[in-house]
């Protein structure tokens, strides 16, 4: 074995190198960071959830969904490669009829963070198998409505709770933005007109590229569920977000 940087150190998720890193769950990270933007935002008493989907050809009649309902309670969105999204979404799925079929309550927001780490940190320790390239942003309420929960788990397994959170190609300037809000008050609507107005903001015009807004939500007017953002509020954070870009550009 050669012993130059990374050299034979990245053929196992489970081979530390001589600094001690482990290049896969570095790899899976990058992954992350190659794909669109994904957001969640934990307001007065809503979790959004909101991502960009580049639109890689001209062809293409509509992306595929990225925010997915998991129970009736908690939603997720993610950023990473798709396949991996997906796989980890119904694995939540699967983990929340589980727990349901057990205890007969809706599984708790922080257990299905907490259960989802653990398995994404499995993969991160096993020889045969890969790091997730993905990182997922799970929000919603528990069954007694008290107050909205987000939690974002990375491809290493960590996990953390926060008010507002990014992930993605442009997750530094996007979290920039939610550092500036006063989340403790921030209502619904509001929060929604945000997350579209960040993820404009902060989309990566370089490329080119037209881009889908997916944005969903759990609150009050929603009966806590996470179900999609309605389509004609959909569709004025987008005339929103656009209008606040053509006047920061003509200032």
Request: charged share 25%; glycine share 8%.
């Given at each position: 074995m050669s012993h130059g940087l990374g050299s034979g150190?990245?053929?196992s998720a489970g081979t530390y190198s001589q600094d001690g890193r482990v290049f896969q769950v570095e790899y899976a990270a990058?992954?992350?960071e190659n794909s669109g933007n994904a957001i969640g935002i934990r307001g007065r008493d809503c979790v959004v959830l909101g991502v960009d989907k580049p639109r890689v050809s001209e062809m293409l009649v509509r992306a595929a969904p990225k925010n997915a309902t998991l129970s009736q309670?908690?939603?997720?969105t993610s950023a990473?490669?798709?396949a991996d999204c997906r796989t980890l979404a119904n694995w939540c799925r699967e983990e929340c009829r589980s727990y349901k079929n057990q205890y007969h309550t809706?599984?708790?927001?922080?257990?299905?963070?907490?259960?989802?780490s653990l398995e994404m940190q499995e993969h991160t320790t096993t020889s045969y198998y890969r790091p997730y390239g993905a990182t997922v942003i799970l929000g919603g309420f528990d069954e007694d409505h008290t107050k909205p929960q987000l939690f974002m788990v990375e491809p290493s397994g960590k996990s953390f709770g926060y008010r507002a959170c990014s992930c993605g190609m442009n997750q530094s300037p996007a979290r920039t933005e939610l550092e500036k809000l006063d989340l403790p008050n921030?209502?619904?609507?509001?929060?929604?007109m945000t997350v579209a107005r960040i993820l404009h903001q902060i989309h990566d015009e370089s490329k080119n590229l037209a881009f889908e807004?997916?944005?969903s939500w759990a609150c009050a007017a929603t009966g806590f569920r996470h179900v999609p953002v309605p389509p004609e509020l959909l569709a004025r954070a987008e005339e929103a977000a656009k209008r606040f870009l053509e006047e920061r550009d003509h200032a």
């Open positions: 150190y990245d053929l990058k992954a992350v309670n908690i939603g997720m990473g490669l798709v809706e599984i708790p927001v922080r257990v299905l963070s907490e259960r989802l921030l209502g619904a609507e509001e929060a929604v807004l997916e944005l």
